[in-house]
């Protein structure tokens, strides 16, 4: 082989069709990549610029120094399963069997991922609310299921029930529900909960409720979750990621809580997509829980301090906007700043004026061309936004 030679170059071989033709390379990384490029801010792609805990980040080196490097069990440590547990116990009343009921995975991607290869199945339907996160559309289509979006109603992004119950259908299998949503903020509230409850009583739907950013919620508001709801807590898959609670998305651990014979299912995934997740962090996450048990009620105050910065820093913008109910992510209206469409918008933010963000048509099967919104990561130290918000302010 020749240095200028790539493999496919000297292999003649009929390479198959994609069996995802239209899954390109996740906006998050281009944004990301874009803002690197043009030394731009990066408010795109939602992770923390700050360190989380040092004391959980050195129960992770204790653990590796003290030989816990082999497999973790395939279900998750122990003593991990136990502190989720406990915690849903804690904070939503809800009962779950640490054996049988509890799966540590890599990251809440996977989780989401395994729960839909294990119920869904060809020509089988999953409804999606748009905007919705990109990585649910992938998983439905590769196991052969068929992604029906229904839109979120504008301004509010609430679900639309009447929507929803019309296009339920025998072929219905999964509903996939992400509070509190990813771009929006917005939150499910108890009243949304019964509403879903009404609609898939006598039905075999499946519920997967992605709940990522469960302690990132604002204004003294509760999380909702799936988990506070008996009798929906029964036919879902709860996800949830501690890279989002303890500022360590690189680490990629995440779990999933569904009732025994749903996760019996979901593990017979689990164990061949990944088998198990890093033992050292599963370890240190555990302690940490154990040692700083209320860490995470300290969260929704840290980040609406964020969040009012950042709204603050961008009030005398051109943007409109309403502060995220949760999440660490700010959607804004740019229609009084320009009237790009918002993928070209976020290119010339990132390129000219050196501030990235997310178009949020590309969570959108359907965008409407009418809307034109942004979402800002708002997880970022006060320096970075006080940077961006003057930025923004001279558009
Ligand atoms: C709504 C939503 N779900 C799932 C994930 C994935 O979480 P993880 O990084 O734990 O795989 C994210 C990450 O950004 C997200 O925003």
């Given at each position: 082989m020749h240095s200028s030679d790539t493999l496919h170059s000297v292999t003649p071989f009929h390479y198959p069709t994609t069996k995802l033709p239209k899954v390109g390379t996740t906006i998050f990384s281009v944004m990301s990549q874009l803002a690197a490029q043009h030394g731009a801010i990066n408010l795109s792609q939602g992770f923390p610029d700050f360190e989380g805990p040092e004391a959980l980040r050195e129960r992770v080196t204790y653990h590796m120094a003290h030989g816990a490097n082999q497999y973790a069990p395939m279900t998750g440590?122990?003593?991990?399963?136990?502190?989720?547990?406990?915690?849903?116990?804690?904070?939503?009343?809800?009962?779950?069997?640490?054996?049988?009921?509890?799966?540590?995975?890599?990251?809440?991607?996977?989780?989401?991922?395994?729960?839909i290869s294990a119920v869904v199945r060809a020509g089988d339907e999953v409804i999606v609310f748009d905007p919705c996160y990109d990585c649910y559309e992938p998983a439905i289509e590769i196991n052969g299921g068929i992604c029906r979006h229904l839109p979120l109603t504008l301004p509010e992004f609430n679900i639309d029930w009447q929507l929803l119950k019309s296009s339920l259908t025998p072929r219905t299998r999964m509903i996939i529900v992400n509070t509190p949503h990813n771009p929006s903020g917005a939150t499910l509230s108890k009243a949304d909960l019964d509403q879903l409850a009404d609609l898939v009583r006598d039905t075999h739907i499946l519920l997967l409720g992605d709940e990522v950013y469960e302690h990132i919620v604002f204004d003294d508001q509760p999380h909702n979750s799936l988990l506070t709801h008996a009798e929906l807590a029964a036919r879902s898959f709860v996800v949830s990621s501690f890279g989002k609670t303890y500022h360590t998305t690189g680490w990629k651990v995440g779990y999933c809580i569904a009732p025994a014979p749903l996760s019996v299912e979901l593990r017979k995934v689990h164990q061949y997509l990944t088998f198990s997740t890093a033992t050292p962090l599963q370890l240190a996450i555990a302690d940490y829980m154990k040692k700083d048990p209320h860490y995470t009620n300290e969260l929704p105050a840290f980040y609406q301090q964020k969040r009012d910065l950042f709204c603050a820093l961008i009030r005398d913008s051109g943007f409109s906007f309403t502060p995220a109910k949760g999440t660490y992510f700010q959607l804004v209206d740019y229609s009084a700043v320009s009237d790009l469409d918002d993928v070209s918008f976020a290119r010339w933010l990132t390129v000219e004026k050196g501030v990235a963000a997310i178009p949020v048509s590309v969570f959108c099967a359907e965008p409407n061309p009418s809307m034109k919104l942004v979402r800002f990561c708002f997880a970022k130290g006060a320096d970075t936004l006080n940077q961006a918000g003057a930025r923004l302010c001279q558009l």
């Open positions: 440590m122990p003593s991990l399963r136990e502190a989720i547990a406990e915690k849903v116990e804690r904070l939503y009343g809800c009962q779950v069997d640490v054996e049988t009921e509890v799966t540590v995975t890599s990251g809440a991607t996977e989780a989401i991922f395994a729960a």
